[in-house]
């Protein structure tokens, strides 16, 4: 199990526009978003989404891909520490390796 948890891609964006002087704002209504949308991705509490981070490589030039990737790996270190999803693939595992 993974120690430490990736960063979240808003981290990154939030950093961004924090070295550009550009206010949550300002960018949701740059971008057309719902301000409230844009906070919560900013704070980790929204994944970014493959339209979001064409949104951002639109506007800031910020590779897509880059966003999308740190987003999954988050995403797997968030799974991989729930408790019961843990439980599950165990029994999957002992279930599957009695079978194959």
Do not use: W
Request: with cysteine; aromatic share 4%; hydrophobic share 40%.
């Amino acid at each position: 199990m993974e120690t430490r948890i990736p960063t979240h891609p808003g981290d990154v964006l939030k950093e961004e526009l924090e070295s550009r002087h550009i206010t949550q704002r300002k960018y949701a209504q740059l971008i057309d978003v719902p301000y409230t949308q844009l906070n919560e991705i900013l704070n980790g509490k929204r994944p970014v989404s493959t339209d979001f981070a064409l949104m951002v490589e639109a506007s800031l030039g910020i590779n897509p891909e880059l966003l999308i990737n740190m987003q999954n790996r988050y995403n797997m270190a968030i799974a991989r520490r729930k408790p019961s999803l843990n439980e599950r693939l165990k029994l999957i595992r002992k279930t599957c390796a009695a079978i194959f």
